[in-house]
C-alpha cells in the first residue's frame, strides 16, 4: 500500500546552518581544484607534444573522467548545502545514479589498462611500439566506454526500481545503494545483480591490475639500480591511485550489507567519489616529471 514517490530528499550532512556553510566552502574547494587540477592534466597533455605518449594519453582519459565524476555529484551537492532542501526529482536522481556507476566502472576498466601499458613498457620493452601502437590505444578506449555503457545500463534493465514514500535517505549524493532502501519490492534481487557486476567491474580488474604488477616488480628488480628508480616512479602515481580507489570501492560494494552504518557509507562515498578524483591530478602531476617540465 506504500505510494510511488515522485523526489527524493536527499538529508546531506547536518542540519546546522554553520556546519552547512563550512562545509560549502569545504566542497567548492575541492571541486575547484578538482576541475583545474584534471582540466591542467588534459591541457598539458594535450598541448605537449614530449606527452604524446600511450601512457600520457591514457591519463588524460583519466582526468576527463575524474572531471566528469565529480561534476556527476558535487555542483548539486554544494547547491543543497546553500539551500538545505535536498528535494531531487526521480529523473534527476536516476541520472545521477547511472552516470555515477558509468564514470566509476569507466575509471576502474582505465586503470587495468593503465597497468596493461606499464606492464608491456617494463616487462616486454621491445615490443611495446607494436603492442602499444595508436590504434591499439584508440580501440582500448572506446572498448572501455563501450564496456562501461553495457555494465551501467543492463543492471538497471535487468533489475528496475521503484521508489516509493518515504522518500528520504540519509545520503549527499542519489546512489544506487542507498536508492534501494527506498524500494518499493524486494531488494534480494537488486543486490544479487550489483554484488554481481561490482564482483566484474571492481574485483577482477583489481587482480589484474596486481598480476601486472606483480611481474613488473619481478622485471624491476633485475634491473640496474640507476633504472630503478625511474621505473619505480612511473609505475608509483598509478599504484597510489589503484590502492585509493579500489580499496573504498570495494568497501563500499563488495563489503556485507549490514558491515557499515548510512553516515559510513556516506563517508566512504565522500572518499572514492569527490577526493579521489581531486587527489589523481595532484598525484600524477607530483610523481610524473614529465608533467612538471
Not at 593503465?114 to 616486454?124: F, G, H, L, Q, T
Not at 528520504?168 to 534481487?189: G, M, P, R, W
Request: net charge positive; proline share 4%; aromatic share 16%.
Amino acid at each position: 500500500n506504500r505510494t510511488l514517490a515522485t523526489e527524493v530528499i536527499l538529508v546531506g550532512f547536518s542540519q546546522n546552518d554553520k556546519i552547512n556553510l563550512a562545509l560549502f566552502f569545504l566542497f567548492l574547494a575541492i571541486y575547484l581544484v578538482t576541475i583545474f587540477g584534471n582540466g591542467f592534466m588534459v591541457c598539458i597533455i594535450v598541448f605537449s607534444s614530449h606527452l604524446h605518449t600511450p601512457m600520457y594519453f591514457f591519463l588524460c582519459n583519466l582526468a576527463f573522467i575524474d572531471f566528469c565524476y565529480s561534476s556527476s555529484a558535487v555542483p548539486k551537492l554544494v547547491v543543497d548545502l546553500v539551500i538545505l532542501n535536498g528535494r531531487t526529482s526521480i529523473p534527476t536522481c536516476m541520472i545521477q545514479v547511472f552516470t555515477g556507476i558509468f564514470f566509476a566502472n569507466s575509471e576502474s576498466f582505465l586503470l587495468v589498462v593503465m597497468a596493461y601499458d606499464r606492464y608491456v613498457a617494463i616487462c616486454r620493452p621491445l615490443n611495446y611500439p607494436v603492442d602499444m601502437r595508436w590504434s591499439i590505444c584508440y580501440r582500448l578506449i572506446v572498448f572501455i566506454w563501450v564496456l562501461s555503457f553495457m555494465t551501467t545500463v543492463f543492471p538497471s534493465l535487468l533489475t528496475p526500481i521503484r521508489v516509493c514514500n518515504p522518500n528520504q535517505i540519509n545520503h549527499f549524493a542519489c546512489e544506487v545503494l542507498t536508492i534501494l532502501k527506498l524500494s518499493c519490492d524486494s531488494t534480494k534481487q537488486n543486490e544479487i545483480m550489483i554484488r554481481c557486476f561490482s564482483f566484474f567491474s571492481l574485483s577482477l580488474p583489481f587482480v589484474f591490475i596486481l598480476i601486472s604488477y606483480i611481474f613488473i616488480i619481478s622485471s624491476v628488480l633485475k634491473i640496474r639500480s640507476s633504472g630503478r628508480s625511474k621505473a619505480f616512479s612511473t609505475c608509483g602515481s598509478h599504484l597510489t591511485v589503484v590502492v585509493m580507489f579500489y580499496g573504498t570501492a570495494m568497501i563500499m560494494f563488495l563489503g556485507p550489507s549490514t558491515g557499515y552504518t548510512s553516515n559510513q557509507g556516506k563517508y566512504i562515498s565522500v572518499f572514492y567519489g569527490i577526493i579521489i578524483p581531486m587527489l589523481n591530478p595532484l598525484i600524477y602531476s607530483v610523481k610524473n616529471k614529465e608533467v612538471t617540465k
